[in-house]
């Protein structure tokens, strides 16, 4: 895998015989790479453990994400807020505070 050679030793040299080889390397897998890298999906994002990994992080987040629906335990508003469900309905949480709002829902009519 192209990958694979990516990795270099502790302190090895980068020459310039090196780069023309890694470039013959990336060219060779250009389409491996084409399917890992800006790719389109065209089937369904499965982690393979339950609640171990992350889209994006504090320092790099999406700037949007679009979807019919939205199937999620705690909204976290911000780092500040999170809205979250129990016995007694939804609730927000301030997590700087930790004091808990119960949220009144009036029905529409």
Do not use: C, F
Not at 12 to 36: F, R
Not at 66 to 86: I, N
Not at 100 to 109: A, G, I, Q
Request: net charge negative; aromatic share 10%; no cysteine.
């Amino acid at each position: 895998m192209a990958y694979d050679y990516l990795k270099l030793p502790a302190y090895a040299k980068i020459t310039p015989e090196w780069i023309a080889s890694l470039v013959d390397v990336l060219n060779a897998h250009k389409d491996e790479l084409d399917k890992k890298v800006n790719k389109a999906l065209d089937s369904d994002v499965v982690p393979v453990q339950d609640a171990t990994y992350s889209v994006g992080s504090s320092s790099y987040r999406l700037k949007a994400i679009y979807a019919l629906a939205v199937y999620a335990g705690d909204l976290v508003l911000g780092g500040r807020y999170a809205v979250t469900e129990s016995d007694d309905g939804l609730v927000l949480v301030d997590l700087k505070t930790g004091k808990r709002y119960r949220l009144v829902l009036e029905p529409l009519e």
